[in-house]
């Protein structure tokens, strides 16, 4: 008789500043987290605890997972994205090296990835590609056709662009007022691509509008989409508020 082995779940863990680099209007947060990287799948999230044991700001930060490392010199670690924009970002902005932030992850419902080999679009607003870059290596390692569209407001809240590049067969970059690629929203390319590639699935991160219109498309080009809501939450687990 045998059992089925069960899934890792969530830990909650004390993880080490090693680094925070700035990418455009975004920060690059790299942190220590042993137990997280080896239980994360692509769309998985943590949640921060921001402002110190004796903060008045009680709900945690949630963030999409842009990287991890299971190994090396640090042992497990996590990399995530963000702006900033109330107090609790601005905190974090303001870490340095050694500096201790407490982790909870990983959480959510990561991306299903397909069994067979199909065409694949992976479409992100803002620093919401941030998990789409270790979709792609997944996908890509199934054998799957990988493009992307990537948009925001302006150039300078694009993110990830080089690496796009890298992991796409094509990339398509939209922004609202034109500083790079074409003027307009994903949404405005997304069906052309969608026909050029002759699209199975569609995964998506971003604001909720731009989500909601993603999938819209995709339905009605008859494709499978797969959304990463950005939502605010409390405890990121879901026994909460």
Known sequence: MTTAQAKPGPVQVTGEVLG???????????????????????????ALAVGGP????????????????????????????????????EWLSKLHRGDQVDIVGPLGRPFALPKQPVSCVLVAGGYGSAPMFMLADQLRARGCRVDVVLGASTESKLFGVLDAKRIAATLTITTDDGSLGEKGRVTDVLPAVMDRVDADVV????PMAMLRSVAEVAAAKGAHSQCAVEEAMACGIGICM
């Open 20 to 46: 925070l680099r700035r990418v455009g209007e975004y920060q690059v947060l790299t942190l220590t987290a042993p137990g997280i990287p080896e239980a994360t799948r692509p769309g998985h999230f943590v």
């Open 54 to 89: 004796s903060s008045s700001m009680l709900l945690r930060r949630a963030f999409s997972i842009h990287n991890v490392q299971s190994r090396g010199v640090y042992g497990g670690t996590v990399e995530v994205v963000f702006a900033t924009h109330g107090k609790g970002t």
């Open 203 to 206: 995964y998506a991160c971003g």
